[in-house]
């Protein structure tokens, strides 16, 4: 008896499944695309970090070059660039989530603020463009903008009696170049899904806080805030999980020999170790180092949410 019910409760369930496949049968059509890309050029690749394991040789392949353990892992913390590229890719990581997580949230709480529809789409779209502007065109912007001969910038500083600054082969400009122009050609994008919570918050508490004779600000630290918390985490969460992961391109458009000091980062360093010098195990082994510690950041963030605010990704 037990059996004959297990097989049938077993086929109920296949039944199901299937029942509920054809059904959704548009949906995974559409999922369909993505899920292959990320097992194309996600999942698949993980295959390739067995290198940083090995003396890899290009020539013998990944089966026969010989396993050295973690040979180049104790080669990079042992390296005179260890220290400089934590704290690099740490720093500008850090100031990107600083300044370009809480100024998308000021942006859309102001935006929310004003009554004029009119006005308010048209500043959205302004703010909205520079997202649209590739990497390579805002880096190009940021070296004539900057540039000490010819740079609207060092013609400002100049007109007001200042002096010239040679912004990127000053190391100490670096990262404020960096995290500002990334503020500014991302603040618009990003708070689009802050003031779209903010929308969804009921008009009826901002009536209620009216007849209380609450102004403004109390209004937003009361009523706004709260009403964007769960939104708020998560894309700090997002956020923080990636805050040693700067990105590649920008810095290494705009970094040089000069700025090394503040703007070599692991993502720069395994491209010159790599591709450059040619030590594919090496680079391999620091990527790989990276990935880890944005892994655990993940779920150590993760779970200092949960305990603290209630909120968590998963």
């Known amino acids: 008896m037990e059996a004959t019910a297990a097989i049938s409760a077993k086929r109920k369930s296949s039944t199901w499944l299937r029942g509920k496949a ?78 370009g997580f809480t100024v998308p949230i000021v942006f859309a709480l102001l935006l929310h603020e004003v009554k004029h529809r009119k006005f308010r789409s048209l500043v959205q779209s302004i703010s909205y463009l520079p997202h649209f502007i590739s990497t390579v065109v805002v880096a190009g912007l940021i070296v004539m903008f900057t540039s000490p001969s010819t740079g609207l910038i060092n013609g400002i500083i100049t007109f007001f009696g200042g002096a010239k600054i040679d912004f990127l082969r000053e190391p100490g400009w670096f990262r404020t170049v960096y995290i500002s122009s990334g503020v500014w050609q991302t603040v618009g994008w990003s708070s689009i899904i802050y003031f779209a919570a903010l929308t969804s918050i009921s008009p009826s508490l901002y009536e209620a806080a009216d007849m209380d004779g609450a102004n403004r600000w109390q209004k937003v630290w009361h009523i706004s805030l709260p009403g964007i918390k769960p939104t708020v985490i998560t894309i700090l969460l997002l956020d923080l999980g990636r805050v040693m992961d700067v990105g590649f391109e920008k810095v290494f458009l705009l970094y040089n020999s000069a700025t090394y000091e503040t703007a070599d980062v692991l993502s720069t360093y395994v491209y010159r170790s790599g591709l450059i010098d040619q030590q594919y195990s090496f680079a391999a082994a620091v990527g790989l180092f990276n990935s880890a510690i944005t892994f655990a950041l993940i779920i150590g963030f993760n779970q200092l949410a949960r305990r603290l605010s209630g909120y968590s990704l998963w």
């Open 22 to 99: 054809k059904r959704n049968i548009v949906l995974y059509i559409f999922l369909a695309p993505a899920a292959l890309y990320y097992i194309l050029f996600h999942y698949a690749p993980m295959y390739g970090t067995l290198i940083a394991f090995q003396d890899y040789n290009p020539f013998r392949g990944m089966l026969e070059s010989p396993w050295v353990g973690l040979k180049h892992f104790q080669k990079f913390f042992e390296s005179i660039y260890f220290y400089r590229l934590i704290r690099n890719t740490f720093l500008i990581g850090l100031y990107s989530i600083v300044f």
